[in-house]
Nanobody, 121 residues
């Protein structure tokens, strides 16, 4: 089976930084894409930063552009999310996912348990 494990969340003051880590593992597993999603209280889950390995394409939500950076190691199925200049609006549970491309779709098939990021004003 495939396991996805993320870590690095915590409590930080506005303007501070955090770095999240995520690793996907499994026998002969190799994802097409990995990324970070978040869900704030009372809001829907949204993609934050995504990466497609082969093309090296990335996606960032408008709200985090210029502040967050996704990076990774394809060989290790590992991604990171560097979060700088954090705002209270960034408070959410951040979840890592590994996906497979089927046609033009990316199906986010495997998910971690999530890690809490809390930004105080």
């Amino acid at each position: 089976q495939v396991r996805v494990v993320e870590s690095g969340g915590g409590l930080v003051q506005a303007g501070g930084s955090l770095r999240l880590s995520c690793a996907a593992s499994g026998r002969t597993f190799s994802s097409s894409a990995m990324g970070w999603f978040r869900q704030a209280p009372g809001k829907e889950r949204e993609p934050v930063a995504l990466m497609w390995w082969t093309s090296a394409n990335t996606y960032y939500a408008d709200s985090v552009k210029g502040r967050f950076t996704i990076s990774g190691d394809n060989a290790k199925n590992t991604v990171y999310l560097q979060m700088n200049s954090l705002k209270s609006e960034d408070t959410a549970v951040y979840s890592c996912a590994a996906g497979l491309v089927r046609g033009i779709r990316t199906d986010w098939d495997y998910w971690g348990q999530g890690t809490q990021v809390t930004v105080s004003s």
